[in-house]
């Protein structure tokens, strides 16, 4: 045992100049399964196998220890018979990485994954040719649309001074002191309530002590309670309301989706905020930078204005989407869509992130995606086949600079450093999106270059979302939580790709 663990060392070791200095010779079948997928069928000649484990040989005799022998002398015949199972096992290994790693090279098709077979199955011998099998998704085929001359949105308004002043008094009532109600349940109030979630009669969740805005709407992770100040409104502590919602195709708790939920809410507790309003005596509650009511309204008017900015990008990203994907109808593969749903919530929350929206904001529109992320996923998976095709005919690509814009502006939102940012991002393999980010950005601009552009005016933003981290149907065994290392991406044998999700597997 002793001799063989110290040859296979030597194996490890190896650097397998001989094996990889020539082209393999081998044959692939392409077999077209789907849009977005293909499988494929690899033989490589018995000539190709049999220089490999002459390689592998070569690299062992010297050192190869066998009872009777100085190393090196060791009889070729009796080493081959000796190791052959470590050094079958080796050959496999490498020939199956250095024709993947070739097949990608040549750009037979666009991986967008890893490919899946099963490893253990592959039999590998000296004098026969090697036969395997892989699955691998892939980018679609499809002609590229016409992207120049769309018609698209611009948002026009001027913020008034009323309209700022009331986005000072949300902001100072959230920062105000909280006071006991003494009477009933008004819209804007904060209550605490306890919360029991039935489907088919059974019980399936159920949260004890809840927190929140009374706005005309509650936004659960994987569901929606619309007219939710209403419900509460001249409601007393231990008062109980009850009403239905739908519960989201994408719930965390896959036992629950798209069924009707009947929901118990209990009234614990009535808070209000202090009456507050713009002026001099409030300015040190927006933070030490502002000097008076003046400042104040600058900054909150930029920030409207960052608002307008993000809802226009949005339109007109929305607006790209649907020319360029009008028809962009590949069948996408569900195990496709629910890897990428994860991928998609990340690079919104980072887009908003970036552009400094609040930390309501985003969970708002987090829970909003969460709900209904098939089909946002699918449109978004669409729409970065067809710019990533445009990035690629126009030659625009990332720079090291624009990953250190965009992380010092999700840095500025975050108030953290660039550093601490950059380094989360790496450790929870978030580059990737971000790289698609920017190249994805890059393109709209370029679109919007050859654009022609229709004024439509913006209706100012109103705050009536309360957002909640929880899933009013339960957890599930479904939820995977965003921007953890599940994210970071192996290497992939088949060349560069798509920068998306790999799939990885046996």
């Known amino acids: 045992m002793a001799e063989q663990e110290n040859a296979t060392v030597a194996i ?21 399964v789907g849009d977005c997928q293909r499988h494929v069928t690899v033989v490589i000649p018995v000539e190709d196998v049999q220089r490999y484990y002459r390689a592998r040989y070569e690299n062992l005799a010297p050192v190869a220890e066998i009872p009777g022998f100085r190393p090196g002398k060791a009889p070729r015949k009796l080493i081959e018979s000796k190791f052959r199972k470590t050094v079958t096992e080796q050959v496999k290994g490498q020939l199956l990485l250095d024709t993947l790693t070739q097949i990608g090279d040549e750009q037979r098709f666009s991986a967008i994954g890893e490919p899946v077979f099963d490893f253990e199955s592959v039999s590998v011998e000296e004098n026969v040719p090697l036969e395997f099998e892989f699955d691998i998704e892939v980018r679609p085929d499809f002609e590229l649309p016409q992207w120049k001359g769309l ?9 008034t ?11 100072l009532r959230r920062n105000s002191n909280l006071v006991p109600a003494t009477d ?22 159920a949260i004890e002590e809840l927190t929140l805005d009374v706005q005309p709407t509650a936004s659960f992770r994987d569901a929606t309670i619309e007219n939710f100040a209403g419900l509460l409104g001249g409601k007393s502590i231990n008062d109980e309301v009850q009403t239905t919602t739908k519960i989201s195709a994408s719930a965390s708790n896959p036992a629950a989706r798209e069924k009707d939920a009947v929901v118990k809410i209990k009234v614990l507790d009535i808070k209000r ?24 309204r600058d900054a909150i008017k930029a920030e409207l204005e960052r608002r307008m900015a993000y809802e226009e990008t949005r339109r007109t990203r929305s607006a790209i989407t649907a020319s360029l994907t009008e028809a962009a109808n590949w069948q996408l593969p569900p195990e496709l869509l629910e890897r990428q749903s994860r991928r998609e919530l990340e690079r919104a929350v980072m887009e908003l992130r970036r552009n400094g929206m609040s930390d309501d904001f985003i969970s708002a529109y987090e829970n909003k995606l969460r709900q209904n992320s098939g089909e946002q996923t699918s449109t978004a998976l669409r729409e970065h086949f067809i710019l990533e095709r445009i990035a690629e005919s126009e030659g625009i690509e990332d720079a090291p600079e624009d990953y250190d814009q965009e992380i010092e502006l999700i840095a500025m939102s975050l108030e953290d450093s660039p550093r601490r940012v950059r380094s989360r991002l790496e450790k929870n393999g978030q580059l990737d999106a971000l790289r698609n980010q920017i190249v994805e950005r890059k393109v709209i601009e370029l679109i919007k270059s050859h654009a022609t552009f229709k004024e439509v005016p913006f209706q100012v933003p109103v ?12 957890r599930g065994d479904a939820e995977i939580p965003v921007a953890k290392s599940d994210f970071v991406e192996p ?16």
């Open 273 to 296: 905020y202090e009456d507050a309003e713009l002026n001099e005596t409030n300015v040190a509650k927006f933070g030490s930078d502002f000097g008076d009511v003046g400042d104040v």
């Open 161 to 171: 001074t009323a309209e700022i002043d009331t986005h000072a008094g949300l902001y």
């Open 151 to 159: 018609e698209l949105p611009k948002l026009v308004h001027e913020f």
């Open 463 to 474: 705050d009536n979302v309360a957002p909640v981290r929880e899933y009013l149907a339960g």
């Open 12 to 32: 490890d070791n190896a650097d397998g100049a001989t094996e990889n200095n020539v082209k393999l010779n081998y044959t692939v079948d392409v077999k077209v």
């Open 491 to 506: 290497q992939n044998a088949m060349g560069k790709g798509e920068h998306v999700a790999p799939r990885t597997g046996r």
């Open 184 to 205: 009933a349940v008004r819209p804007q109030d904060v209550v605490t309530i306890s919360i029991e979630t039935s489907i088919d009669g059974e019980v399936v969740a």
